[in-house]
């Protein structure tokens, strides 16, 4: 499966028995797939059917689609004027003029009274209202489409980032483990002088209890098992990324982990050298999650 980005954007057009039909669709993040509509009026009927294919598509996203339903000029129903209620408001407006000095009244504003302009709506048989339904529907699933081809364009981007970030992952746990600061050898050179300067200054120390000491503090610094779970979480991403669909969560939840990792390390090291390796981890991981959010 391909992976997505949670941002795109798509439209489609069509006709039905002289109606023209119109989607417009974008997505962005979001933790669900939550969908937002904008339907024209007489169409709410619609909202169910919409909303359970957007998510029976995607998994996640937020999303808004606008439909925009245009009637042929044929089916278009004439308005009716109900001509003797706007004589009585002209003539109620003409007498309000004279003596009382008020604007003149306009003929769009004596319309756009409640009661003067009745717009009728059309009639349509079951059959025809269906073959519209259905057609609507069509179109929303041709823009559905095309909104996932943008959002696998662009979620193939950033799986080629998402790899990039974990082969530096890779690189600088391996370099972690490689670093010479952790060889038995220099372990037990710095350990050695770092006791010695301690029994230099003072002569009442038990030298052999301070090197238990020093043993200790030695074993709780080794970072093998931060560098194992390293590994282990570099090789479950790419196993993620390979097989694509909507990981989004996962990575995230290994994002996460990497973090943690990443700071114990810190915190763990003894040596500049892991230290500033570790710092460098952690910029890294952040990139890498902030580029997980934007994934499905």
Do not use: Y
Not at 269 to 288: M, P, R
């Amino acid at each position: 499966m391909n992976l997505q980005s949670m941002t795109g954007f798509a439209r489609s057009a069509a006709e039905s028995d002289g109606t023209s039909i119109a989607w417009e669709v974008k997505s962005v993040n979001g933790k669900s797939a939550e969908v937002r509509l904008r339907l024209p009026q007489g169409f709410d009927r619609l909202e169910t059917a919409v909303r359970q294919t957007v998510q029976k598509r995607f998994a996640r996203g937020n999303f808004q689609a606008t439909l925009t339903v245009g009637r042929a000029a044929a089916r278009q129903v004439q308005p009716v004027v109900n001509e003797a209620f706007l004589k009585d408001l002209a003539g109620l407006a003409k007498r309000l003029q004279e003596q009382f000095g008020t604007e003149p009244a306009s003929a769009d504003g004596l319309l756009s009274l409640r009661g003067v302009l009745d717009i009728p709506e059309a009639m349509e048989t079951e059959e025809e209202r269906a073959a519209l339904d259905a057609a609507i529907l069509s179109a929303l699933e041709a823009a559905l489409a095309g909104l996932e081809q943008a959002r696998q364009g662009e979620g193939a981007a950033l799986g080629a980032l998402l790899s990039g970030h974990i082969d530096t992952i890779e690189v600088l746990t391996l370099k972690a483990e490689a670093d010479p600061s952790r060889e038995p050898a220099a372990i037990r050179e710095r350990m050695t002088e770092q006791v010695r300067l301690l029994m230099d200054a003072s002569a009442n120390l038990d030298a052999v209890r301070l090197h238990q000491e020093a043993a200790f503090l030695a074993t709780k610094a080794d970072i093998r098992e931060e560098i194992d779970r390293l590994k282990t979480h570099v090789a479950s991403a790419r196993t993620l990324l390979k097989g694509g669909g909507a990981i989004g969560r996962k990575l995230d939840f290994l994002a996460q982990e990497f973090n943690r990792e990443s700071n114990t390390l810190c915190s763990k090291s003894n040596a500049a050298a892991v230290t500033a390796i570790g710092l460098e981890l952690k910029a890294v991981v952040d990139q890498f999650r902030e580029q997980v959010q934007n994934l499905e």
